[in-house]
């Protein structure tokens, strides 16, 4: 690209065009639209292997000298919308023994657009010394019949001009397009939070999101319940996990308390063992007492109508702990009414 700059020296002001040619390229990123794509002929052709259309290599109006394009008349060669399509409608360009060369679609286009660089966005191998402005598609605007599509190759970016008004770069293609297999496009987004950690439990607007380890690679190997989830109880008695009551170091062992209570109204279901020991592991009395059970066996209404709802076990289960729906670990009591194996 030219741009022209004002230079002051003493009293005498001169304009000077300086090439601002110098592309950027995202380090390390492997660039979306790569020169082995492409055959490369010598009349200053290439054909995308990806997409089947052929390109002119140099901008229209730039010249091919073998190697590159110079830059011939390339800036007398913008044009409005309109002249560029009627131009080569009247006057069809002769090139490489072909005379069927047209404005590309925006799809088409698009297909040149590596968003791993800026200045120009696109393979300056295969398409040498080109403009970092707007080329023109052959597609109007659906919206509003005054626009027409175009990509600014500074940035990649598409948008929608003025057909009249606007005199932007052409680039002819010809062939027919094969439409690549929609690849995901690059994004510049700093912090992607994966699906696993929009669990609920994680803040996904946290900055430390990123460098927390990721929960599927931390439960690698970790025992898991017939419903397929994690089951925590064998995992703390593998001694894969073990709890501490603070965050910080030397908060001591948990109080475990290992009495159980044996929850008889369960009708034809097997009755339910609530272990206090697999509980005071990980929690407090407090966590429970008063506030969800009081401290008294038989004290408290529980039903599973309540659990699903939220209340009593269902405090915790489906929601930090194992799920409502892993029926037999709470009713694991066999009784003279249960059936044999009812799961
Ligand atoms: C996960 C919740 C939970 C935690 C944590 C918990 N308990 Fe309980 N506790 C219960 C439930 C449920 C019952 C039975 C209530 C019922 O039958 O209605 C119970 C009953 C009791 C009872 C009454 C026993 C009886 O025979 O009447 C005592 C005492 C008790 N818990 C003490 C504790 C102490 C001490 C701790 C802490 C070391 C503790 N609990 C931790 C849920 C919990
Ligand atoms: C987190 C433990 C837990 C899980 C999981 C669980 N239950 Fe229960 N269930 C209970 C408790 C506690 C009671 C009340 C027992 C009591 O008060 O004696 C109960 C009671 C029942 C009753 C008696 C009627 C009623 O509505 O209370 C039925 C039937 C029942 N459960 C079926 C199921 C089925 C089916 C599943 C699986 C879909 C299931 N439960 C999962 C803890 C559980
Ligand atoms: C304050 C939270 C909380 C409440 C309330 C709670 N639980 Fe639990 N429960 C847990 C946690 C945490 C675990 C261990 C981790 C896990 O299994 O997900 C657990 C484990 C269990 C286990 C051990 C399962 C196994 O495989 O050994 C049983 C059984 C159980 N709960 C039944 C109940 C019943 C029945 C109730 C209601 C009377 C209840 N829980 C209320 C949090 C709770």
Redesign the pocket.
């Known amino acids: 690209m030219r741009a022209s700059i004002g230079c002051c020296l003493a009293l005498v002001c001169v304009l000077v065009s300086v090439p601002l040619s110098a592309q950027i390229c995202e380090p390390g990123v492997a660039p979306t639209v790569p020169t082995v794509r492409f055959t490369l002929h010598p009349d200053g052709t290439a054909t995308d292997t990806l997409t089947g259309l052929t390109w002119k290599r140099c901008a229209q109006g730039q010249l091919w000298d073998g190697t590159t394009c110079t830059e011939g008349r390339a800036w007398y060669m913008m044009n409005s919308w309109d002249d560029a399509m009627r131009g080569l409608q009247r006057r069809p360009v002769k090139y490489a023994g072909h005379d069927d060369w047209r404005l590309p679609t925006l799809d088409e286009l698009r297909t040149l657009v590596d968003l791993t660089c800026r200045d120009p966005a696109t393979n300056v191998e295969v398409f040498p010394n080109t403009p970092s402005w707007n080329f023109w598609t052959a597609e109007p605007s659906d919206w509003n019949e005054a626009y027409a599509w175009r990509i600014d190759f500074a940035s990649g970016r598409e948008n929608a001009d003025l057909k009249l008004t606007s005199s932007f770069h052409i680039r002819l293609v010809r062939g027919t397009f094969r439409p690549p297999v929609e690849e995901p496009r690059l994004e510049f987004v700093e912090v992607i939070p994966e699906p696993q950690q929009a669990d609920g439990i994680h803040d996904v607007e946290s900055e430390a999101l990123a460098t927390l380890q990721d929960p599927q690679e931390a439960l690698q190997g970790f025992p898991r ?1 017939s419903a397929g ?6 995992a ?1 008695q593998a001694g894969i996990v073990s709890p501490r009551t603070t965050v910080e170091e030397g908060g001591g062992p948990m109080a475990e308390l290992d009495f159980t ?1 044996v ?1 008889a109204e369960t009708r034809e279901m097997p009755y ?4 206090h020991k ?2 005071t ?3 407090d009395c407090s ?2 007492h008063p506030a ?2 009081v401290p008294q066996a038989g004290a ?1 209404p ?1 039903n599973m109508g309540a ?1 699903l709802k939220g209340e ?6 489906g ?4 799920s409502i729906y ?1 029926c037999e ?2 009713h ?1 009591v066999m009784h003279r009414d249960s059936p044999e194996r009812w799961w």
Not at 229 to 234: G, H, P
Not at 272 to 275: A, C
């Open positions: 319940s989830s994690i089951d925590w109880v064998r703390l209570i929850m339910v063992r609530f272990p697999a509980h592991q990980w929690l966590n429970c969800i059970f408290n529980i659990i009593y076990c269902g405090r915790c289960h929601r930090v702990a194992f892993e670990r709470c694991n």
